[in-house]
């Protein structure tokens, strides 16, 4: 009897803004892996990366596999072809694949997992992870896909969502996308909040799918698998679709703001959080944009909320001294720019009283005092009582003690929704009985054969 064991696979960068797209490649990969019998241990990771590096394409999201086989050599061989036929290389992806043949995770392919999440990485540190665990790899182009596919394979959850995306017919790839609003609208309505992002009902408006010319029709996104199959089920469409695939992912948990920015030590492009004072009141640029500045130990950071976000009437409320935390990225300093952190999330720790001085109030009339003249004190228009000095009155702040998140037009892919504050999926076990891969039956038989062929070696 062959002996079989367990393969990681993790990929990147295949896709492109013209069209190809990491899940969908990821879809036709388990539907060969699952035509050649092979056992599932997992769902497949659709992992989001740092949202705030420069490269990326959309979404920055790498996919990887967990499978037990008993042809592993085999099996790497073909996927390294599916890879070749579907990565938009003309387009400027630079696709990578990682596979890690053994049960457990080492720590280091966590670590870099996490660093991928959070930082800049280059590729060439990808490749030398690479020679030096000895891994078996394959990449495209520059290579930049390695880092995704490497921490893909290593990404260890501390919450995660899930969603199902479904697949467009070949013959429908570019042409509109005709999906019932009434129905996206009434899924919402009915499933959420165990799904979530399908419905802007403020600006009336479909979440779920996709505008440009990928083979993604739809995804519906939520805290567990029922909910997704089942929000599903709900959309209404004149247009079949091919499949479907759910995913197990780190959408919707923020997980890219987990961690403290170092404030004497912002790199540019990391993702994080930090805590401080507010020490430059805010003040609205062109466009509508707020900017101010928060201390933290000694160090000055500048921050900006964009209009889009929804966020900019909360920051315009600060004043000096307001204790608060920010989430986002770092923005490289330019020449006319120091380094400034985009700020995706705004959480009121301590509010400072605002006193404002005013004219006495004269205590017998429970009138309002006028000036003298400069110096001269304050005297009660009423009874001539005089008042030698200003008051302080407390203004009632207009914002309070609690987090502020972007408006649902402005969420990225990694952005805690409201309603997911608090809330840590992390016991959900892999249940291969949940129809989490799914080709429905308008799809012509026949055509799920590998159709291409091994012609080259793998370059290293
Ligand atoms: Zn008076």
């Not at 993790?10 to 990491?22: E, H, I, L, N, V």
């Not at 290389?89 to 966590?110: C, M, T």
């Not at 995704?148 to 290593?154: K, S």
């Not at 201390?295 to 600060?318: E, S």
């Amino acid at each position: 009897m062959k002996t079989s064991s367990i393969l990681h696979i993790g990929f990147d960068d295949t896709d492109s803004r013209k069209g190809m797209c990491t899940t969908f490649l990821a879809y036709k990969i388990v539907e060969y892996l699952k035509n050649e019998r092979v056992k599932f241990l997992d769902y497949p990771y659709l992992i989001r990366f740092n949202p705030n590096i420069p490269w990326k394409t959309r979404g920055n999201g790498a996919v990887a596999l967990k499978i037990k086989t008993d042809k592993p050599e085999s099996i790497k061989k073909n996927i390294i072809q599916f890879i070749k036929k579907y990565s938009a290389i003309k387009d400027g992806a630079n696709p990578g694949l990682v596979f890690y043949q053994n049960e457990k995770i080492p720590i280091h392919f966590i670590d870099f997992g996490r660093q991928a999440l959070c930082r800049l990485i280059n590729r060439n540190k990808a490749k030398q992870f690479v020679s030096k665990n000895g891994l078996e790899s394959f990449y495209l182009g520059n290579g930049q896909g390695l880092v995704g596919a490497i921490g893909a394979i290593g990404y260890a959850f501390d919450d995660y969502t899930y969603e199902l995306i479904s697949y467009r017919n070949e013959s429908n790839i570019g042409k509109k996308r005709e999906i019932f609003k009434d129905s996206v609208k009434k899924m919402q309505d009915l499933t959420y909040p165990r799904t979530f992002n399908s419905f802007d009902e403020e600006k009336n408006r479909i979440l779920i799918t996709p505008h440009g010319p990928d083979p993604v029709f739809f995804g519906i996104r939520g805290e567990d698998i029922d909910s997704v199959i089942h929000g599903k089920s709900l959309v209404r469409s004149p247009e079949k679709f091919d499949g479907y695939m759910v995913f197990r992912t780190n959408q919707g948990t923020g997980a890219h703001l987990k961690n403290e920015l170092d404030a004497h030590n912002l790199k540019p492009f990391s993702s994080g959080y930090v805590t401080g004072k507010v020490s430059v009141v805010p003040k609205v640029e062109i466009g509508g944009h707020v900017i101010f500045s928060i201390i933290k130990d000694d160090q000055q950071i500048k921050c900006a909320v964009y209009k889009p976000t929804g966020l900019t009437k909360i920051a315009f409320k600060l004043i000096k001294g307001d204790m608060i935390k920010v989430g986002g990225g770092i923005r490289k300093a330019t020449k006319h720019h120091q380094r400034i952190l985009n700020v995706e999330f705004l959480e009121v720790l301590r509010l400072e009283k605002n006193m404002k001085a005013v004219n006495p109030l004269c205590y017998s009339c429970n009138k309002r005092t006028k000036s003298k003249g400069k110096n001269q004190g304050f005297q009660c228009v009423k009874c001539a009582k005089t008042f030698p000095n200003k008051i302080f009155e407390e203004i009632p702040r207009e914002i309070e003690c609690r987090l502020y998140v972007p408006s649902l037009s402005a969420h990225r892919h990694l952005t805690r929704p409201i309603q997911r504050v608090g809330k840590l999926n992390n016991n959900i076990e892999f249940d291969d009985s949940r129809k989490w891969f799914h080709i429905s039956k308008s799809r012509q038989t026949g055509n799920q054969k590998l159709e291409v062929k091994i012609k080259t070696k793998p370059k290293h």
